[in-house]
Each structure stands twice: as structure tokens, then as C-alpha cells.
């Protein structure tokens, strides 16, 4: 009689199935890279509107510009609030914002005006204009979701 050396058929079929089964428990641990992809995009807006109200805000001390008044920053003309930009304003500023809408926060009673950048529901940038001696605030919200 003669050894023979290997797996049977039905050996490999049920490794095959067992790994199959591992490989689709595993998979949307991995896959889930949209959340992770609309975290990066608000991110993103949040740090350009940062940086848009910085260099509003230091061209106009370096242009020693009225803090009300308005500052061209690379052909833009950007209307300016207690030396930051405006609501209105920010938007125009910002090269690219696609994928977002964009919509003006009218001031009252204990909201400050500003201007919202939406991704989706509870996935947004508030921009919040300064007020006096308070500096522009950005802000992000990613709630569960996002």
C-alpha cells in the first residue's frame, strides 16, 4: 500500500469557507474609511478658515487698515469686522469649499453671527466673527455619524 501526502478535497473546501468567514467578519473594521475621509474634509475647511482669518487679520495691522474697513488679499476683497473677516466675507476667501454648503448665522440673543460649513447633518465648521476684543473662532462639530 502506498502513503499519500496531502489534504483531501473536503479539507480545503472548509479551510476556504473558514477563511471566507474570518475575512467578511474583518472587513468593515477595514473598510470604514468614509467617517475617517469626512473627519479629514472638516478638518481641512476648519484649518483654511483659521488660516484665511490670520492673514486678513495680519494684513490688516501690516497695512495699519481700519479694523472695519475691507483688505484685498490676492485680488479678493474681503470685508473685514473688528479686524477678522465677516460672515459673509469668509467664503469669498477660501479657494475651494466644495462639498460643503454654506450658509450666514444671523446674530441674537446669546448666538454670535457667523457662517456654517456643512458637510452633512452633525458634520459642520462654525466660523463665529470677532466681537470687541474677541478674536475670530472657528469651530468643529462631528457628532456620532459624520
Known amino acids: 500500500m502506498k502513503n499519500h501526502a496531502g489534504f483531501t478535497l473536503i479539507e480545503l473546501v472548509i479551510v476556504i469557507v473558514i477563511l471566507g468567514i474570518l475575512a467578511a467578519a474583518a472587513l468593515p473594521r477595514f ?4 467617517t475617517d475621509a469626512r473627519l479629514s474634509a472638516i478638518n481641512g475647511i476648519a484649518g483654511s478658515l483659521r488660516s484665511t482669518a490670520a492673514i486678513t487679520h495680519a494684513t490688516q495691522l501690516a497695512k495699519n487698515l ?4 475691507s483688505v484685498t488679499v490676492e485680488g479678493v476683497n ?3 469686522n473688528d479686524g477678522y473677516p465677516t460672515a459673509s466675507s469668509i467664503a469669498s476667501a477660501l479657494t475651494d469649499y466644495s462639498g460643503f454648503t454654506y450658509s450666514v448665522i444671523a446674530g441674537g440673543a446669546g448666538v454670535n453671527p457667523g457662517a456654517k460649513f ?5 458634520c459642520h465648521v462654525t466660523y ?3 466681537n470687541g ?5 472657528v469651530s468643529t462639530d462631528a457628532q456620532s455619524g459624520c
Open 66 to 69: 481700519s479694523s472695519n474697513g
Open 133 to 137: 476684543s474677541t478674536a475670530a473662532l
Open 78 to 80: 474681503i470685508v473685514m
Open 118 to 122: 456643512t458637510l452633512r447633518t452633525g
Open 31 to 34: 473598510s470604514d474609511l468614509s
Open 128 to 130: 463665529s466673527v470677532a
